[in-house]
Nanobody, 124 residues
Framework: QVQLVESGGGLVQAGGSLRVFCAAS????????MGWFRQAPGKEREFVAA????????RYEDSVKGRITISRDNANNTMYLQMNSMKPEDTAVYYC?????????????????WGQGTQVTVSS
């Protein structure tokens, strides 16, 4: 059973930075793509970023390109999301997910294990 635990969320001012983490329990972490999604109140869960299993290829949702960086450390079963120049519209619960394949998919159906989420709030 794969367990994913997010951490690092919190309150940050607009223009600030925050780094969130995803710790995975399974030895299979390095075998699959990983992704970050977010869900704001009253909205659907949306794709933020994803990374191939080796870490060499990434993809991002258009609104976060240039501000957010996804990375992973397969030796420590951990994934990261570095967020800079944050905006109030980045406020959401951020979820990490393990992919079904090695390909970093931009949609929810590309993932089969999810964490419980970590709250990120950006004040204006």
């Amino acid at each position: 059973q794969v367990q994913l635990v997010e951490s690092g969320g919190g309150l940050v001012q607009a223009g600030g930075s925050l780094r969130v983490f995803c710790a995975a329990s399974a030895r299979t972490f390095s075998l699959y793509a990983m992704g970050w999604f977010r869900q704001a109140p009253g909205k659907e869960r949306e794709f933020v970023a994803a990374i191939i299993r080796s870490g060499g290829t990434t993809r991002y949702e258009d609104s976060v390109k240039g501000r957010i960086t996804i990375s992973r450390d397969n030796a420590n079963n951990t994934m990261y999301l570095q967020m800079n120049s944050m905006k109030p519209e980045d406020t959401a619960v951020y979820y990490c997910a393990q992919g079904k394949t090695i390909v970093p998919a931009p949609t929810r159906d590309g993932y089969d294990y999810w964490g419980q989420g970590t709250q990120v709030t950006v004040s204006s």
